[in-house]
């Protein structure tokens, strides 16, 4: 218990040290600044491969699947990649979000820095019941396992996705039924009291739609991670390294997603392949080089293959 509360209370610094010192003062966040912050994130990420290498090593933690020190290594390492390579589809969506409201560039940092406590929220509570139910039932791997293929199998098959307009959206309209909305930008505010009546801003619209976005995407992702490992603790820290690394990904890769269309395939191959793992869990074992070795060769393939498309 206690290494949650350091690993948590480390969170919180952050965070607080983010919003607070780093980004203090609303502005527009350069590329440049994007990917310091990326290559900042993805490095910490991987270096805590090594602190849960010594955790394991000297027991400093429960270790309820009686991993190694290697293989908990190796496992956080591949679910932290599965993670980052399905919050691709996140990102675009944020992105979609964040033009249908019309939401200046300085202010997004701030309505995605809210939408991460809430999303550390809702991933932990989901791990948690997943975690809970795999123990309890073994069959609700099957659950999980055809989950992501028939996910993958609708990714396939999907020629064209429905244009997404959050105006639309049943959450947009419940938000007007109980608030009155202001639909101009009142700065950074999320609420604004005109006249003895509040108002909501398009940005906390905009940052319930990413809250719920979120939750509808972590359905794919918490199973997709539970194929590697139901160990609670390389669950929860290898989704909120990937949760962290996004926005600042947002920010790096938002308007070069369209580059990489065949990153798709490769989410739809991932999403397979974890898929396939957990249905077969209690009749064989994928070594865990395979797996990681799959998922590095499916992103670097989409890349690739991505890149050549762009220069015919």
């Known amino acids: 218990m206690t290494v949650w509360i350091i690993f948590l209370c480390a969170i919180a610094i952050f965070l607080a040290l983010d919003l607070g010192v780093f980004n203090k003062n609303p502005h527009v966040i350069s590329s440049k600044e994007a990917s310091q912050w990326t290559v900042l994130w993805v490095t910490l990420s991987f270096l805590f491969s090594g602190v849960l290498y010594l955790l394991y090593k000297h027991e400093y933690i429960a270790n309820p699947t009686n991993l190694t020190p290697y293989q908990a290594s190796l496992k956080y390492i591949t679910g932290y990649l599965i993670e980052l390579s399905l919050s691709a589809d996140n990102i675009f969506v944020i992105a979609i979000i964040f033009s249908s ?54 990714m396939l098959f999907t020629n064209e ?46 940052l319930i739609v990413i809250e719920l976005m979120d939750v509808l995407f972590a359905v794919d992702s918490v199973p997709a991670i539970l194929a590697i490992t139901a160990d609670p603790f390389i669950v929860f820290s290898s989704n909120i390294f990937a949760i962290l690394g996004l926005r600042s990904m947002y920010f790096f890769l938002a308007n070069m997603l369209e580059k990489f269309s065949y990153i798709e395939y490769s989410l739809i191959a991932i999403l397979t392949f974890v898929g396939v793992k957990m249905l077969l869990v209690h009749h064989f074992k994928f070594p865990e080089w395979a797996s990681l070795g799959f998922i590095a060769v499916a992103l670097t393939a989409g890349v690739l293959v991505s890149l050549k498309k762009q220069d015919k």
Request: glycine share 8%; no cysteine; net charge positive.
């Open 101 to 154: 409201f019309k939401i200046p560039q300085k202010f997004q940092h701030r309505v995605l820095f809210w939408g991460i406590l809430g999303a550390i929220f809702f991933r932990g509570l989901m791990i948690f019941l997943g975690v809970a139910l795999i123990n309890k039932f073994d069959w609700i791997t099957y659950v999980f396992g055809a989950f992501l293929i028939f996910t993958a199998l609708k």
């Open 161 to 206: 996705e429905e244009e997404f307009d959050p105006k639309d959206s049943k959450v947009y309209k419940l938000i007007g039924k109980i608030f009155p909305i202001k639909h101009e930008i009142h700065g950074q505010k999320f609420f604004i009291r005109e006249h003895g009546i509040n108002y909501v801003t398009p940005l906390f619209i905009a």
